[in-house]
């Protein structure tokens, strides 16, 4: 029996020669990322809980400091604190300011064939590059750390074929809102999203990470798609090898398949208070909104700048709108200070703040008000995400984002 | 000649704007909701013990730093009759009068008084403690006329006709 | 008998020949300041006063700044209040989040020298680096002057500073302010006016005199008063007329103290835990271990400042485990940063650059602190509790030693 991409790095991580859905199977960990979500958390079980505390391989770890950046309050700043001093302790990789986590994780690190945690949600991006990268708690995040292994039960694979290619004014955003709308917020349950077809490999690595961060609001354990040469070149212009490049077999076993034909996919905009409640963009135009963002791991990349940047050029954002632009990584910010995108922000009254994940998370930096509308690129729109339990959060692309915030309410950028 | 005694709190030198009221709270929506964190880096306990009728004797310098309202507001809302100090900084001085908070420069009490002591205060006169006098002087006529009026929201209702 | 430049400010605006310190006037107001900390207590008394209109909408300036962006739920309330009160009295002159308002009042050409100004909050004094009295004042009496217009002022006394010489390398005018606010003390200028002259306040930038403007306030003074130049004229874009041009204390001006400072003389200082007057040498606490520097604020968020930072920055990186976070003042200072490369530089060695705003200095975002952390700053306050906890040590500094302990990651001389 064949096996697909995601049971091959499962297979390769437990060192057997073949898995199928429904094992469970032991498996060494290639890499574990923690962020200022949970790290203190685990480093006080680490301390607390265990009788002989040490870490199976500090190389393997990766501390992020993005979700309070800066911080907000005594609370992250100790919180925070407890993070830096254990990494500055064990020698452990440590990131603050750098950018969201998942983006330095794509940046430096994620090789296609590994297998990766992350103690958050959006691991699941890293099957951009053919790895399987997927979030978990703090105490799994502390047994992976002390011991290098954790358990894993084999999820079943659901194709995901894409055919053809996107349309001008329509982006990897729309078309993975776009399925998690047709799939619904329960679609993959601990499933593999695996994009495979023609129109998966006209796809850059950016566009990837889009499809493939957002796979957890369908409720997959992952995304994946095959490392090409796409991928590799990626790779190779950081300087980094695969691990192990898998393709799916040809009798490999999905427990479900959809095809989507790319050319057919419309703007769309994810409704308040459901990541699935996904409807064509012109249905909520002219709602009013109080502040729009432009950011996160899933929309904070040069790409999504660059959109943003060539609608707002030359305009400005209306009085009552705060937008927010916040690039995904330190890298991004340098690019778009190089391509003058900064500054056609900063020229069209635009907010922009460091890299970190600002408004998505909603707890710091950006929030929104009693009754405030927000639209925003970020993954979640969660009753209460953004700020207050009545505030409402539309979730779309970057372009309906930048081109709401200049008129100061949802619209698409064609209609300006 | 109005008279009246208090309890004593002792603050020292520089009792700056960020004590009395911490920036953090600045966006809490009423006078009320900041009180119980008055002082709060320096005493945290502090404003949950002050009592109606209580008096602040304080050093140099009280009120140094922001202009925040808030902080002589909540000073007055935590029930204190009067604040008195060796010396007062400018924006506070101001913004007490403003809010019919009685201040009173001493500058010899601070050195004598021991907290929970009790004073007593005899207006534009005079403070008496353990049977010595601590002369006061009387405040400049204009600001007599705000603190006669209730304050300066009074004083602008009675311009505008509303009292 | 000669008058010193607040006299002469004051005496030109009631329309009089001269006047004494210790005299009260009232003055006619030519502009005021509000920012959104402070605009629903402004608007709440202001309307509770029985006002209907504002004196001259023209002359009101609304800046959001203190919490751009919003940190907590309750900050949009006050935008919401801010705005409604701005439409509801016809304020055409509201800021969002273009920055820092004491950056804007000038920048944006709100102030003029000679010019009479009071703002809701303590650093208004700023605006003396262009030759204009201006003070900040509590919100009650903000919603008296928006309706009236006018203000009872006590004439202060004048405290002449003269600095002459040069600046040695590495010395800027941040700790020439902060020299004077230890030798003065907290309170040694209470109720006073400062009026700085000499060679070296002539060398300066307008932007230098900016920042020691700003901290006049720490030193208790009611404003401070710099004699608008050429360079003055430039940045405010006018040409000076007579009366501006007659801005200089007179010879024979009677002055309550005389200060001089010889430039050459000048050390790179802090302001140490948790006083604002409590100055020390660099050199005494270098060694000292830090865990985060902050370049920005009114007081330091401008273009030089972050070009001085650039220059000390430039291909090196922020020492590990350390933050560098740096606010410039304003969209206008932040564009600039960006053109002349000095935005590219800080961000290649590692800073975090965040929106122009008050940031840290607030101590509402931005960078707060834990029990145990010490933090090197560009701003004008260092009180107990005000960047985190009451554990956290805040040092203040000019911007080149901010920049210096941050490659470093402990207090560092230049």
Redesign the interface.
């Given at each position: 029996m064949g096996m697909t991409i995601a049971e091959k790095i499962i297979a390769l991580a437990a060192g057997v020669k073949e898995v199928k859905p429904g094992d469970i199977h032991t498996v060494a960990l290639d890499r574990m990322m923690s962020n200022d979500g949970t790290t203190h958390l685990t480093v006080d079980m680490y301390y607390d809980k265990l009788k002989h505390p040490r870490i199976a391989d500090t190389r393997k770890m990766v501390f992020v400091v993005d979700h309070n950046v800066p911080a907000d309050s005594p609370k992250t700043a100790a919180a925070q604190k407890k993070m830096r001093d254990f990494a500055r302790e064990h020698g452990i990789d440590f990131y603050e300011g750098e950018g969201v986590c998942h983006q330095i994780m794509m940046e430096r690190y994620v090789c296609p064939g590994e297998l990766i945690f992350g103690a958050d949600s959006h691991t699941c991006t890293y099957g951009a590059l053919g790895a399987f990268g997927t979030g978990v708690g703090c105490t799994d995040l502390l047994y992976g750390m002390v011991t290098g292994t954790s358990w894993v039960l084999v999820p079943e694979t659901v194709k995901f074929e894409l055919t053809g290619s996107l349309p001008q004014g329509v982006y990897p955003r729309d078309l993975m809102l776009t399925i998690i709308g047709h799939i619904g917020a329960n679609g993959c349950n601990y499933q593999v999203m695996e994009f495979c077809g023609d129109g998966a490999k006209r796809l850059s690595v950016n566009d990837r990470m889009v499809l493939c961060n957002l796979a957890v609001e369908a409720g997959a354990k992952t995304a994946i798609f095959e490392a090409d040469e796409v991928a590799l070149k990626y790779l190779e212009s950081r300087g980094r090898k695969p691990k192990a490049v898998f393709s799916s077999d040809a009798d490999a076993s999905y427990a479900g398949s959809y095809t989507f034909d790319l050319s057919k996919i419309k703007p769309v905009t994810a409704r308040p208070d459901f990541v699935d409640d996904v409807v064509g963009t012109e249905e909520v135009c002219g709602i009013r909104i109080d502040e729009a963002f432009l950011g996160s791991c899933n929309n904070g990349r040069i790409d999504d700048l660059r959109v943003g940047a060539a609608i707002l050029n030359g305009r400005k954002v209306a009085g009552h709108v705060r937008f927010l632009v916040v690039p995904a990584s330190q890298e991004v910010y340098r690019q778009a200070l190089a391509e003058g995108l900064i500054d056609i922000f900063m020229a069209g009254g635009a907010i922009v703040m460091n890299p970190n994940c600002s408004v998505c998370w909603g707890s710091c930096q950006g929030v929104i008000g009693e009754n405030e509308v927000l639209i925003s690129t970020g993954t979640r729109n969660f009753k209460g995400r953004a700020g207050h339990p009545s505030s409402r959060v539309y979730l779309g692309s970057a372009a309906t984002v930048t081109a709401s915030a200049i008129k100061g309410e949802i619209c698409m950028a064609d209609m300006l | 000649m109005e008279q009246f005694s208090g309890k004593v709190w002792v603050l020292g030198d520089?009792i700056?704007?960020?004590?009395i009221i911490?920036?953090?709270y600045?966006?809490?929506?009423t006078i009320e909701d900041m009180k119980l964190f008055g002082f709060?880096?320096?005493r945290p306990e502090l404003a949950s013990q002050i009592g109606a009728g209580d008096i602040i004797v304080a050093g140099?310098?009280f009120g140094?730093?922001?202009?925040?309202?808030?902080a002589p507001e909540i000073i007055k809302a935590l029930g204190i009759a009067c604040v008195v100090a060796r010396?007062f900084?400018?924006?506070f001085f101001?913004?007490s009068i403003?809010?019919g908070l009685l201040l009173i420069e001493q500058p010899d009490l601070y050195g004598d008084i021991k907290e929970g002591d009790t004073i007593t205060v005899t207006v534009n006169q005079s403070i008496s403690y353990r049977g010595k006098q601590y002369p006061i002087t009387s405040l400049?006529e204009?600001l007599v006329e705000i603190i006669k009026a209730g304050?300066?929201?009074k004083a602008?209702?009675k311009r505008?006709?509303?009292e | 008998m000669g008058q010193t430049i607040i006299e002469k400010i004051i005496a030109h605006n009631i329309g009089r020949e001269t006047v004494k310190p210790g005299e009260i006037v009232t003055v006619k107001v030519d502009r005021v300041m509000i920012h959104d900390i402070f605009i629903p207590f402004v608007a709440d008394k202001f309307e509770e006063m029985g006002f209907t209109r504002l004196w001259d909408a023209d002359k009101a300036v609304l800046v959001y700044d203190h919490l751009v962006p919003a940190s907590q739920l309750d900050d949009t309330r006050h935008f919401r209040i801010g705005d409604e009160f701005a439409k509801k009295y016809g304020m055409k002159n509201v800021h969002r989040s273009d920055g820092i308002c004491h950056q804007l009042m000038t920048e944006a050409g709100y102030v003029k020298p000679g010019h009479v100004v009071f703002g809701t909050d303590s650093h208004t004094t700023t605006y003396g680096c262009v030759g204009a009295f201006s003070s900040g004042i509590g919100y009650t009496e903000m919603a008296s002057v928006l309706g009236t217009g006018t203000m009872w002022i006590r004439v202060p006394e004048t405290i002449k500073v003269e600095i002459n010489g040069e600046l040695p390398p590495g010395v800027m005018s941040k700790d020439i302010i902060l020299r004077l606010i230890g030798d003065l003390g907290a309170d040694g200028a209470t109720y006073r006016a400062l009026e700085f002259s000499g060679s070296a306040v002539d060398g300066m930038t307008v932007a230098s005199r900016m920042a020691m403007a700003n901290m006049a306030i720490e030193a208790g003074a009611k404003c401070a008063l710099f004699t608008p130049d050429h360079k003055t004229a430039e940045y405010c874009e006018i040409e000076l007329d007579e009366f501006q041009k007659s801005l200089t204390g007179d010879g024979d001006a009677l002055y309550c103290q005389t200060i001089s400072y010889q430039a050459e003389e000048m050390v790179p200082v802090l302001a140490c835990p948790s006083q604002v007057d409590k100055i020390r040498p660099v050199s005494e606490l270098a060694g000292t271990v830090i865990d985060q520097v902050f370049i920005g604020s009114c007081t330091n968020g401008r273009l030089e400042d972050l070009q001085a930072a650039a220059e000390i920055l430039k291909g090196k990186r922020v020492s590990p485990f350390v933050k560098l976070i740096v606010t410039p003042a304003s969209r206008k200072v932040y564009q600039e940063a960006v053109a002349c490369g000095a935005i590219s530089i800080i961000a290649e060695a590692g800073a975090i650059i965040t929106h122009p705003g008050c940031g840290l200095c607030c101590g509402r975002a931005g960078g707060i602190l834990s029990d145990g952390e010490r933090v090197v700053a560009t701003n004008n306050r260092n009180f107990l509790g005000r960047m985190g906890t009451s554990k956290v040590e805040i040092f203040l500094a000019s911007p080149m030693t901010a920049a210096v302990c941050a490659l470093a990651g402990k207090i560092t001389h230049a």
């Open positions: - | 520089d700056d704007t960020d004590i911490p920036t953090e600045l966006a809490l929506e709060r880096p320096l140099k310098n140094c730093g922001s202009s925040r309202e808030q010396s900084a400018r924006i101001r913004n403003n809010n400049p204009n304050g300066l929201v602008m209702r505008n006709g509303l | -």
